[in-house]
């Protein structure tokens, strides 16, 4: 009887203990599967994020191109814009300054040279019309040179040196052109031409420089823009975007191209500005 209640608690206890075997088994099966169910929420969530950085990064790149975009036609309306009113200028305003000068030189012709009484003031007037006349095609031109629509950009580039050696004349200006007018697409010339404007124009306001180099070439399937003074430079980190240096940057690239500057206390400033030839619709 002893041997069969022996084993009876023997078996008792073999069953009890499988019985903690199994609990321990289903809790480190659980643990499995929800390691399992966390590890696949983790890597449904990584990929989510994935696909979320894919996106933003893609929405990213839309917005820069939509940027781009509105800026590049930004750039076409300020130049109709500024095409626009120069035509007012030199067709409305220019010509009625005309013809008060013509009428009232005709008036003074009439009296034989004997000014009388009355006519004094349109002697003194005429000298304030004509330079009205001249103040009115100067601002014309700087808004845009009907050259550049009429005669092209080589033409223009070659009147702007010349006007601007009559206001300084201290600026010596080197000239090299390899390039013909038909290699430049017209969209392009505006361009060209605001930034060498730009460039002169600081220059002249803030450089001290004696001589300036202006470089218009093509080389290596690109259209190249170099404008080199011998001033007193500049400090890169503490100027940045300013004397229109942003200016001519956002049109340089938003015309496909590049721009890069070089300045030095001292050792004067390069602006060198190029465009991808392959990319230009001439």
């Known amino acids: 009887m002893k041997k069969d209640t022996k ?9 009890a203990d499988l019985r903690r075997r199994l609990e321990v088994s289903e809790e480190l099966s659980q643990k499995a599967n929800n390691n399992k169910v966390g590890r696949e929420r983790a890597e449904e969530a990584l990929k989510k994020a994935e696909n ?3 996106k933003a990064e893609y929405a990213l790149e839309e917005s820069r191109s939509q940027v781009t ?5 930004l750039l076409l309306a300020e130049e109709q814009e500024r095409r626009r009113i120069a035509h007012e200028l030199h067709d409305g305003l220019g010509q009625s300054l005309n013809a008060i000068a013509v009428n009232v030189k005709t008036t003074l012709e009439r009296v034989g040279g004997k000014v009388k009484t009355g006519f004094e003031s349109l002697e003194a007037i005429m ?6 006349i001249e103040e009115v095609h100067r601002i014309g031109m700087n808004l845009r040179p009907s050259l550049l629509d009429d005669l092209g950009l080589l033409p223009t580039i070659g009147w702007f040196i010349r006007e601007y050696q009559k206001i300084y004349p201290s600026i010596r200006i080197e000239e090299q052109t ?16 605001r930034i060498l404007q730009e460039a002169m124009n600081n220059i002249a306001k803030h450089s001290k420089a004696n001589l300036v180099s202006i470089s218009l070439r093509k080389r290596d399937n690109r259209i190249a823009l170099v404008i080199e003074d011998n001033g007193i430079g500049f400090d890169m980190e503490n100027v940045k975007n300013g004397f229109g240096l942003g200016s001519m940057r956002e049109r340089a690239e938003f015309s496909v191209g590049s721009f890069d500057i070089e300045s030095v206390k001292g050792k004067g400033t390069v602006i060198r500005a190029s465009w991808p030839i392959e990319q230009l619709s001439l």
Do not use: C, F
């Open 127 to 132: 000298p304030i019309i004509r330079q009205s």
């Open 69 to 73: 975009s509105l800026t590049s036609q």
């Open 178 to 193: 390899e390039i013909e007018e038909t290699q430049v697409p017209d969209p392009l010339k505006a361009v060209i031409y």
């Open 52 to 54: 979320g950085q894919e």
């Open 7 to 15: 084993t009876k608690k023997e078996l008792l206890a073999e069953i």
